[in-house]
């Protein structure tokens, strides 16, 4: 959820002055905020390590500088983006050469909220900077600071806000402002009328800023920080700040800054929240807010950052391999050819495409540089990394280096396989045959890569189902070409073969593979919102409401009533709204059956009974035309509760199936449909009965932390 790359990132690279290589500026702010008018006052003490007599800087165009008897100032040039910010950029002379030098301005900044989500139903928006009644935000794409062009910055603020407001930045807290005297890329302000809640750990100070007072979820964040943070401090090495903070935003967010969270009011109250984004958000002060990523070569963090928390807390839970699996698939329902970009290129997230690839396929590159390494050297590399990095900008070679350092192996071609080529392998497997030998028995099989592009290099993991063991046998199948014949040799009788079945490496997923989810529908370029013409009217108005509401956004969204419609379509995806949309009959055959059946007064999922007066549902199943493309089905049980769906619907993209009960739509159910005939598993002799063994999820990466710290 570190989204803080999009707006003015690129103004920043093609317009910030020539950078005095390996310079740290200080800044003493002494600020006043009122923010009822949207203005900023402002004095600013630079300091620099050498000596000067002449510099220039950037400033946002809103903010007019006092003249000073200290310096001559000339404006040099300008450049205005409707997208971004209005920038000027001056040149002062200093009447006296100097380290330091004092600048003070005022105006105004004011940028409305933008939406920068690609998808139709995205919830990102984002702003380059705001002072406003509900809130500022402010941070270096805002121009609030003179941009002089050193590599880091470090800072004091010393603050006047209104009564009942609060100031919140990274650093230590200083009066009634902060500083920050380790080398910093950014400088965020944020404020507004909060209640603070804090705790002392043995790691850091834990915080909380909430623009309502509720003890409660307070005492749930703290307990999580502190949590987390000793967690982390024992898998990387020590905690960077000397606190941590959540802070409520004024608007839906999800950003990672330097000792401190900004989250949106929904987002923090979600329950899973708690513990999925928010030790994501903690981490991101050892990945992005510790070792800067050199977005000029591609964003590492974002991925690291997913593997090491959201992936790691699904690992602990035993359930590693099904995260996988979504994030293949997410890469497989949102990427398409023409929207793929190598690891290297990217960036930031601005839709689904970006997030499968910047944040997924980065994050599956790390789970296979571990299982390449295995855990102790893994985790040895991640510690020599940040450790030699802290406060220093890093990229995919600064990764390697360590890498290669404690693993005294070379790892060249597998960083540049993945991360500057574009595409996945396809596997397929087949003539799959068992023969009995003088000592045993002899498997063979036929692996191929089938994507378009060129042939990878590839480690594949390999599963047997041997008969009388109670463990399958693990082997790597190292394939450099299109085809390769598998042949291994055992004493008992093989049973089964499985092709990646925990999904250990990066691929394209076979058909067989992916259940129908809504992130197909989500991602899908090509939509049709089929809307009840027999409904109640205030339900048509709602679900009217909510389909304009998503055609907003640029899409190829259209929107019909189902009396319009005789058929559905077979070349794109499909969303039926309503209990009574008639054509809920065309897809009986994929949705219903022993696993979901829709009844007059109920739905029934997996043997559970709802009632329709009371709960609201969401499906997602193959159009039964074309299984290609995926019709989705969303009923509420009453008009007041649309609008709340709909903004829920898309933080539950994985799922195939949702059901929500009552006025405040909880969700009390969701699920995703089973596989059990992948095509690349075989059985060998389907007529025995021989029971197929369970899968043994991977120990988590921290099970290496206690066996190093009892050993």
Known sequence: MHHLYHFGFLLLILFSPILLADSIAHHDFNITLQPSEGVLKMEDT?????????????????????ASPAFTITPIKSYDNSHSVPVQYYRIQLAQPSKQFS????????????????????????????????????SATSYWFPHIGTDYLTFSIQAKLPKGWQLISQGDALGDGWEEHSPQNNIYLIAAPYQIYQRKTPIAEAMVYLRTPDPAIADQYLDATEHYLELYSELLGAYPYSKFALVENFWETGYGMPSFTLLGPTVIRLPFIIHTSYPHEILHNWWGNGVYPDYASGNWSEGLTSY???????????????????????????????????????RGRHGQASQAIGYGKTMMFFHMLRQRLGDAIFIEGLQHFYKSNLFKVANFDTIRHSF????????????????????????????????????????????????????????????????????????????SQRQAILELHFKNQ??????????????????????????QLFGAGKVLIVLPSNAPAEIISEYTKLANNWARHPST????????????????AVWLFGQSNQLLQTVKDSTEGELFSNQAAQFIINKKSFSKATHSIA???????????????????????IQRLGRKLPHYKKYSYLVFEGADAHNI???????????????VDKDQATEELPLTPHPALTNAVKNKQSS
Do not use: C
């Open 557 to 572: 969204l259209e929107i019909k009533w189902d009396r319009e419609v005789k058929q559905l379509p077979v070349n794109q």
């Open 619 to 641: 499906v997602a199943a193959p159009n039964p035309s074309n299984p290609k493309h995926t019709v989705g089905w969303f009923a509420a049980h009453a008009p007041d509760v």
């Open 46 to 66: 630079v300091s620099m390590q050498n000596e000067i007599s002449e510099i220039e800087f950037a400033l946002h165009q809103n903010l007019k500088i006092e």
């Open 308 to 346: 090491l928390a959201d992936h790691l807390l699904q690992e602990q839970r035993g359930i590693g391999a099904d995260y996988r699996r979504t994030t293949l698939q997410r890469y497989a329902d949102s990427v398409k050819s023409q929207q793929d970009f190598p690891l290297t290129a990217f």
């Open 404 to 479: 290669e350092f404690v693993s005294k192996t070379a790892l060249s071609a597998e960083f540049k396989q993945w991360t500057t080529r574009v595409g996945a392998p396809a596997l397929q497997l087949d003539d799959v045959a068992v023969n009995e030998t003088t000592t045993g028995y002899k498997l063979t099989a036929a692996l191929t890569q089938t994507q378009t592009e060129p042939v990878f290099n590839l480690r594949i993991p390999v599963l047997i189902q041997l008969e009388g063991e109670e463990k399958y046998q693990r082997h790597l199948f190292s394939m």
């Open 669 to 683: 159910y969701k699920g995703k449909w089973p596989l059990n005939n992948s095509a690349l598993h075989f059985t």
């Open 103 to 138: 600048l003070r301005y005022s105006g105004t900044i004011h940028h409305s909220l933008q939406q920068i989500s690609k998808d139709y139903a995205g919830d990102l928006t984002q702003t380059p900077g705001i002072i406003s009644e509900e809130g500022v935000y402010l």
């Open 494 to 519: 093989p049973l089964r073969i499985k092709i990646d079945p925990q999904f250990d490496l990066f691929r394209q997923l076979d058909p067989s593979e992916i259940p129908s989810s809504f992130a």
